[in-house]
Nanobody, 125 residues
Framework: VQLQASGGGLVQAGGSLRLSCAAS????????MGWFRQAPGKNRDFVAV????????YYADSVKGRFTISRDNAKNTVYLQMNSLKSEDTAVYFC???????????????????WGQGTQVTVSS
């Protein structure tokens, strides 16, 4: 699976953005999809993951209640709706694809085998 993330930009604190990740390949509907983020000088951290059918999701505590991950298998696309953005959400956001496992165990980079190029999200306070 090849991945292309888009939708990043500059937004004021409290605002919203929706990221998209378009996938190529015939196996999209058989892989779990995740979002990670990396702030300058920090590690790449888990944000959210969704199962292959879109029926189950799992979030990092830092974004729970503010971010929503979803997918459209007909369009080979996964989304990350980000609301109530904070300055600490500023980072490069990456989408990733990984083989199906229990979602709560898929929180590290090693759980995902394919990665997109990243899209910058900047939240101004």
């Amino acid at each position: 699976v090849q991945l292309q993330a888009s939708g990043g930009g500059l937004v004021q604190a409290g605002g919203s953005l929706r990221l998209s990740c378009a996938a190529s390949g015939r196996t999209f509907n058989s892989v779990h999809m995740g979002w990670f983020r990396q702030a300058p000088g920090k590690n790449r951290d888990f944000v959210a993951v969704i199962n292959f059918s879109g029926g189950s999701t799992y979030y990092a505590d830092s974004v729970k209640g503010r971010f929503t991950i979803s997918r459209d298998n007909a369009k080979n696309t996964v989304y990350l709706q980000m609301n109530s953005l904070k300055s600490e959400d500023t980072a490069v956001y990456f989408c990733a694809a990984g083989p199906p496992r229990p979602l709560a165990t898929m929180t590290s980079q090693a759980d995902f085998s394919s990665w997109g190029q990243g899209t910058q999200v900047t939240v101004s306070s």
